[in-house]
Structure formats: structure tokens, C-alpha cells
């Protein structure tokens, strides 16, 4: 009985050597899963944040690349304006190229001496008085322009009123300029009214 006793657990001794490797596999295989799930849960952790920086990274290219056209644009609508003020000069500077008579070339040019290096003129317009300008008469000069700065506009004014030529000096208009879609923001213009205090008549031949 005791041999055949034996006999049995020499039989399952194997299975159970099996059953217990099986375990063992088992064991093991489920592990190394749950190490694996925690490793790409850390992968998938990593993978969102660096996606998140990209984003962000991104953003603010774009937003740099904003900054940089709306830099350029300013830059270009200032070269613009600058190219006026010279283009505007220059007309003043000529004076018979505005079509008045040779006697307001003198005045024309010292109007445009008295310009700020930031303000610049955009309509010129003589209004003749009652006596009439042809005559010898005074006339009512009227300046529209625009400036970078109020106290240039206040610089060009004190310039006038010091100035001989001008009997009178007005202020007609002054507000300040600026919108998303207009100007640069800190623009002023302005317009003025002159009066000269006198105006010679041509030479007899």
C-alpha cells in the first residue's frame, strides 16, 4: 500500500511542478502588464504636457509674427507720412509751383522754415479779402496739417505769432487722431487761419 502511495506522488509530482510554473508565469505576465500600463500612463502624461508646450510655443510665434507685421505696417504708414511732410516742403519751398504770384514765394518759404521737424502741412488755401488779393490786398491764409506731438503744434504757433510777416495768427482747429484702423495713435491735427501783414506789389517795369 505505502509503494503505491509512493507510486501516486511520483505521478504528481510533475503536474504539480506545472501547476506552480503556470503560476509562476502567470504572475509574472501580469506584472509585467501592470508595469507596462504604468509606463505608457506616464508615456501618454509626458506626450500631453509636450503637446500643450507646443501649443503654446506656437501661440506665441503667432503672436510675435502679429506684433511684427503690425511693427512694419506703423513703419511703413510713418515713411508714408514723412514722404508727404517732404513732398509738402518741397511745394512750400518752390512757391510759383503752387500757382500764386512771385510775391508770396517769400512768405511760402518762411512758412515752411517755421515747420517742426514732426509736423507737416497738407492743404494750403488763400481766401481774398474784400479789398481782393490781386489788388494788394490781404488775404485770409488757411493751413491744414498734422503733428506727432501737441507741443510742436504749440512750438509752430509761437514761431508765427514771432514772426513779421503775419498780422494774425488763429488756431481754428486742434484734435487728436488715433483708431485701430486710422492714424497712428498720438496724432493731432490741426488747421490754422493767417493773416499777412502785407503784401508788396510787383515792381513797375
Known amino acids: 500500500m505505502k509503494d503505491h502511495v509512493n507510486f501516486l506522488d511520483s505521478l504528481q509530482a510533475p503536474l504539480r511542478i506545472k501547476q506552480k510554473l503556470r503560476q509562476g508565469i502567470i504572475l509574472l505576465a501580469t506584472t509585467t502588464m501592470l508595469l507596462v500600463a504604468g509606463h505608457v500612463s506616464v508615456l501618454k502624461h509626458q506626450v500631453g504636457r509636450i503637446r500643450t508646450d507646443c501649443r503654446s510655443l506656437e501661440d506665441r510665434v503667432d503672436l510675435?509674427?502679429?506684433?511684427?507685421?503690425?511693427?512694419?505696417?506703423?513703419?511703413?504708414?510713418?515713411?508714408?507720412?514723412?514722404?508727404?511732410?517732404?513732398?509738402?516742403?518741397?511745394?512750400l519751398r518752390d512757391g510759383p509751383a503752387l500757382g500764386e504770384a512771385p510775391r508770396w514765394s517769400s512768405l511760402l518759404v518762411d512758412l515752411a522754415r517755421q515747420l517742426p521737424p514732426r509736423t507737416w502741412l497738407e492743404r494750403f488755401a488763400m481766401e481774398s479779402g474784400?479789398?481782393?488779393?490781386?489788388?494788394?490786398?490781404?488775404?485770409?491764409?488757411?493751413?491744414?496739417?498734422?503733428?506727432?506731438?501737441?507741443?510742436?503744434l504749440l512750438d509752430f504757433l509761437s514761431r508765427l505769432e514771432q514772426d513779421p510777416a503775419w498780422a494774425t495768427v488763429a488756431l481754428t482747429r486742434s484734435e487728436k487722431e488715433g483708431t485701430d484702423q486710422g492714424?497712428?495713435?498720438?496724432?493731432?491735427?490741426?488747421?490754422?487761419?493767417?493773416?499777412?501783414?502785407l503784401v508788396r506789389r510787383s515792381a513797375a517795369p
Open 64 to 91: 510675435a509674427k502679429k506684433m511684427r507685421a503690425g511693427l512694419q505696417a506703423l513703419e511703413k504708414e510713418r515713411q508714408d507720412l514723412l514722404g508727404r511732410k517732404a513732398d509738402i516742403a518741397g511745394r
Open 130 to 152: 474784400s479789398d481782393g488779393a490781386a489788388a494788394g490786398g490781404r488775404c485770409t491764409v488757411r493751413l491744414s496739417g498734422r503733428t506727432f506731438s501737441q507741443q510742436d
Open 183 to 197: 492714424p497712428p495713435a498720438g496724432l493731432h491735427r490741426f488747421e490754422l487761419a493767417l493773416t499777412p501783414a
